[in-house]
């Protein structure tokens, strides 16, 4: 069984820019407070964008675009293990071309 995405890469960027660069960089947008949290929303599971609801007062936060890597939705297998083009050889009229200016 896959374990669910739980945003903790998010979460350790956001707690390293609060602790180590705070006085450098620019704060983060406000995130889920913790990985239950963010499977609980369903952030885990889709693209989804933090900084673009500023309400007055508040400071511009840079714009965070999150891309879990999520399995796919059918509940098969992820494919990133897998090489999606076939092999080059140098019997292969493509790879022969590719070869050339390489």
């Not at 499977?39 to 609801?53: A, D, E, L, Q, Y």
């Not at 936060?61 to 076939?86: E, F, H, M, R, V």
Request: proline share 13%; with cysteine; charged share 10%.
């Amino acid at each position: 069984m896959l374990t669910p995405i739980s945003g903790t890469s998010l979460l350790t960027t956001s707690e390293r820019i609060s602790s180590v660069l705070s006085s450098s960089h620019q704060p983060m947008p406000p995130i889920p407070g913790g990985a239950a949290q963010f499977i609980s929303t369903g952030v885990n599971m889709r693209p989804t964008f933090f900084g673009c609801n500023l309400t007055q007062g508040q400071p511009a936060y840079p714009i965070i675009i999150y891309l879990p890597n999520a399995p796919p939705l059918d509940g098969s297998a992820p494919a990133t293990k897998y090489a999606t083009c076939p092999a080059l050889s140098k019997d292969n009229a493509d790879a022969n071309i590719i070869l050339q200016y390489w």
